[in-house]
């Protein structure tokens, strides 16, 4: 069974950054591709960000695209999540998993003030 630990979120000011880690057990990290996901309060769980399985190739929501960069690490079996110029909407709980998604972690809360 996959295991997925979310780190790096807290509370930022407005254009701030954060930088997200997603450490994935198993040995099979490399066989898929991975994205980030958020949650915020009220609203359903949307997609933020994707990556191959090589990292070479690499898509982003609208909203975020130009804001945020997604890369991963397969010999750490981790996957990241630069986030700049950080918006009050972009206040969540952050997720990673798979592409497809399978079970998910506990998430990381991320909270831009205005």
């Known amino acids: 069974q996959v295991q997925l630990v979310e780190s790096g979120g807290g509370l930022v000011q407005a254009g701030g950054s954060l930088r997200l880690s997603c450490v994935v057990s198993g040995r099979t990290f490399s066989s898929f591709a991975m994205g980030w996901f958020r949650q915020a309060p009220g609203k359903e769980r949307e997609f933020v960000a994707g990556?191959?399985?090589?990292?070479?190739?690499?898509y982003y929501s609208d909203s975020v695209k130009g804001r945020f960069t997604i890369s991963r690490d397969n010999a750490k079996n981790t996957v990241y999540l630069q986030m700049n110029s950080l918006k009050p909407e972009d206040t969540a709980v952050y997720y990673c998993?798979?592409?497809?998604?399978?079970?998910w972690g506990q998430g990381t809360q991320v909270t831009v003030s205005s």
């Open positions: 990556i191959s399985r090589s990292g070479g190739s690499t």
């Open positions: 998993n798979r592409i497809p998604p399978s079970d």
